[in-house]
T-cell receptor, first 114, second 113 residues
Framework: DAGVIQSPRHEVTEMGQEVTLRCKPISGHNSLFWYRQTMMRGLELLIYFNNNVPIDDSGMPEDRFSAKMPNASFSTLKIQPSEPRDSAVYFC????????????FGDGTRLSIL | AQSVTQPDIHITVSEGASLELRCNYSYGATPYLFWYVQSPGQGLQLLLKYFSGDTLVQGIKGFEAEFKRSQSSFNLRKPSVHWSDAAEYFCAVVEGGSYIPTFGRGTSLIVHP
C-alpha cells in the first residue's frame, strides 16, 4: 500500500523566496497533520486538518506560513517569504479515524533556506 | 494540558543487551499511548500502541511496552538489542477527545558492537 507521499524530499532556496511543500495522505484517512522538526525544538505540530477542514492551526509560527487542503488527497504548506530560521524537516502525517488510531508519517521534506 | 516526558535524551547500549526507554505523561484519565521509531532520513514509524485491556503490549521488531497507571508510565523494552535498532524513539500520548497527539522530545538510541 502506498504510504504518505511528500514532495519534494529536499528543497534549497534563498531567503525571501516562496516555498511550497506538498503532501498526499493515505487514501481513506480523514485526518492530516503538518509537523516541523528541528534539533532545538523537536517535533512541533503546525496544523491539523479533519475532513479537509483546519481544526487547530495554533502551531503555525506566523502569517508567513499557510496550509491548505483542497481535497481529501492533497495538502500544501506554503512559506512566503521564507527565512533562514525556517530551515527544518517538515513532516506530513495522516490518520484514519480519530484519536485512538496511529499516525502514518511521510519521509519528510528537508528545507534549507540560505 | 497534557505533557509527555522522555527523561533520557541519549541511551547507549551494547548489541545483545536489554533496553528500556522511559516515558511518563501527565494526564488525568487513561490516554491513548504510542511508541514510534525514526531512522535517519525517514519519518516516524509506529512500533506499538495501547488503548485498553492487557497492560503489556507487543509491537513490531521485538519491542514491547508496559502501561503502568499508578506511575503514569509507558516504558518501551526489548530483551536483546540489534545494531539496526539504533534510531530515535518517540513516545506519544493522545487525550481521549482531543484528537491531537503530544509527543515527547525523543530518545536517541546508540548501539555499540
Amino acid at each position: 500500500d502506498a504510504g504518505v507521499i511528500q514532495s519534494p524530499r529536499h528543497e534549497v532556496t534563498e531567503m525571501g523566496q516562496e516555498v511550497t511543500l506538498r503532501c498526499k495522505p493515505i487514501s481513506g484517512h480523514n485526518s492530516l497533520f503538518w509537523y516541523r522538526q528541528t534539533m532545538m525544538r523537536g517535533l512541533e505540530l503546525l496544523i491539523y486538518f479533519n475532513n479537509n477542514v483546519p481544526i487547530d492551526d495554533s502551531g503555525m509560527p506566523e502569517d508567513r506560513f499557510s496550509a491548505k487542503m483542497p481535497n481529501a488527497s492533497f495538502s500544501t504548506l506554503k512559506i512566503q517569504p521564507s527565512e533562514p530560521r525556517d530551515s527544518a524537516v517538515y513532516f506530513c502525517a495522516s490518520r484514519a479515524g480519530l484519536d485512538n488510531q496511529p499516525q502514518h508519517f511521510g519521509d519528510g521534506t528537508r528545507l534549507s533556506i540560505l | 494540558a497534557q505533557s509527555v516526558t522522555q527523561p533520557d535524551i541519549h541511551i547507549t547500549v551494547s548489541e545483545g543487551a536489554s533496553l528500556e526507554l522511559r516515558c511518563n505523561y501527565s494526564y488525568g484519565a487513561t490516554p491513548y499511548l504510542f511508541w514510534y521509531v525514526q531512522s535517519p532520513g525517514q519519518g516516524l514509524q509506529l512500533l506499538l500502541k495501547y488503548f485498553s485491556g492487557d497492560t503489556l503490549v507487543q509491537g513490531i521488531k521485538g519491542f514491547e511496552a508496559e502501561f503502568k497507571r499508578s506511575q503514569s508510565s509507558f516504558n518501551l523494552r526489548k530483551p536483546s538489542v540489534h545494531w539496526s535498532d539504533a534510531a530515535e524513539y518517540f513516545c506519544a500520548v493522545v487525550e481521549g477527545g482531543s484528537y491531537i497527539p503530544t509527543f515527547g522530545r525523543g530518545t536517541s538510541l546508540i548501539v555499540h558492537p
